[in-house]
């Protein structure tokens, strides 16, 4: 089974990020797509503009951050999209690297979205 973790886009591509997908909603400055090697950009599962600018990556929003991007993602057909292909990696044993380009490595929608998507995943 492989697993799904959260990376800077800025970090080198590695041969265990199996599937790379970039899940923000702007294009990272400074990246070019070959250097970026992406299987595929999600934009659509990234949190709403509106919340984005509310968040401003506010460690002490972080929480309610969390609460609202997963209600979010919840009413999201590309986010359950985006469930179904990861469970179809997962279950290969490929691994699902999820990109952002956000400095805070813990504090980061690609880190809530990670969680979700590891909840959607679960195989019996």
């Excluded at 951050?65 to 997963?70: D, K, N, P, T």
């Excluded at 400095?103 to 019996?124: F, I, M, Q, R, Y």
């Amino acid at each position: 089974m492989g697993t799904i973790t959260t990376k800077r886009i800025y970090d080198e591509p590695g041969d265990a990020d199996g599937e790379r997908i970039l899940v923000d909603r702007l294009w990272p400055r400074g990246i070019s797509k070959d250097r970026a090697r992406l299987t595929a950009w999600d934009k659509d599962v990234a949190p709403s503009t509106e919340l984005r600018k509310w968040f401003g990556h506010a460690p002490d929003r972080f929480a309610e951050f969390s609460a609202r991007y997963r209600d979010e993602l919840s009413s999201s057909s590309a986010a359950e999209e985006l469930a179904s292909r990861c469970r179809d990696q997962l279950v290969q044993g490929r691994n699902v690297t999820l990109l952002y380009a956000a400095k805070d490595a813990s504090c980061n929608h690609a880190v809530v979205l990670g969680d979700w998507l590891a909840e959607k995943t679960k195989t019996a």
